[in-house]
């Protein structure tokens, strides 16, 4: 027989309305104790209570699900992230509808239509625009967190990278290795994290004396674009000593155009990525990188959009988190500068 919250609340002792809490989410905003909430979880683990959302959503005007819109899921850094988030989401009993955005503002818009037909509790979102006028109107009924990416000057809460400083420290590290020609192949230039990384590479170089010297490249966070980019390159007047990819997508490009010219790196050119991912250090030689918390952006994205669906508080955090640099041996010290 199917059990129902009157069975957990005479295994407990506690009240229904208690027990409503807590599988709410909402023990926090009435003060119900980590030990009550405790024994409440355990009892619907051993009762194998399974709630009635069809009855909860009527009851209490929710879904219990949110959206979750990223471009190109392809992407490893995307995919990544969307783990932490329907992982974190599951903690509080809700359900996510991932959607793919494939970069395109007019898709990302349809998307959104669609959620809100949905009726969906709330939205987090890689957005791909410029002009954030409608996320800002669907946030004054419908909660919004941007992750990765962001607007300046405008209200709609977020997570992020500081982007600028991963950069900067990356652009830093080739200069202090003796590079001063460093090709910098970017993503899509309306996206603040192409912004926002290219304005850290520019600023170490012109700190360096070396502004003169930038070059600057490509539109798209893909291979595709690393591949092109890298091989137009390395057939100029002006070849690089170094290429910094703002993504690891665009570094499995870069390192393909090198290995069908028997570049060989870090011996012929230096390289270094923005993005972590496991697979760089299974490259050959392991790949020097910039790496983010996405582990953390996950985690507080679903907690910021849950305390706003939960407990119903104003979003404003504009948060970035600092980026960390993993040295590995892609990266050759220059002895002359050339």
Known sequence: MKKTLIDVSKKTGYSISTISRVLNGKSEKYRISQSAKEVILQSVKELDYQPDIVAQSLRNNTTYTIGLLVPHIDNPFFANIASVVIREAQRYNYTVMLIDTLEDPVQENKAIDSLLSRKIDGIILVPTGENPSKLEEISAKTPIVLIDRYFEKHNLPYV???????????????????????????????????????????????????????????????????????????????????????????????????????????????????????????????????????????????????????????????????????????????????
């Open 160 to 338: 992020a990278t500081d982007n600028y400083v991963g950069a900067y420290q990356a652009t830093k590290l080739l200069l202090e290795s003796g590079h001063s020609k460093i090709l910098c192949i970017q993503g899509p230039d309306i996206s603040i994290t192409t912004k926002e990384r290219v304005r850290g590479y520019l600023d170490a170089l012109r700190e360096a004396g070396y502004q003169d010297n930038a070059m600057i490249r490509g539109n798209e966070f893909s291979i595709q674009n690393g591949y092109i980019e890298t091989k137009l390159a390395l057939n100029s007047t002006t070849k690089p000593t170094a290429i910094f990819a703002l993504s690891s997508t665009i570094l499995l490009g870069a390192v393909k155009a090198l290995n069908e010219h028997k570049v060989r790196i870090p011996q012929d050119m230096s390289i270094i990525s923005f993005d972590d991912n496991l697979y760089l250090d299974y490259l050959n030689p392991p790949i020097t990188r910039i790496a983010q918390s996405l582990e953390n952006i996950g985690i507080i994205a679903v907690k910021m959009l849950m305390q706003k669906i939960l407990e119903e508080t104003e979003l404003h955090s504009e948060i970035l988190l600092k980026p960390n640099i993993i040295k590995r041996d892609s990266i050759k010290v220059l002895t002359d500068r050339k």
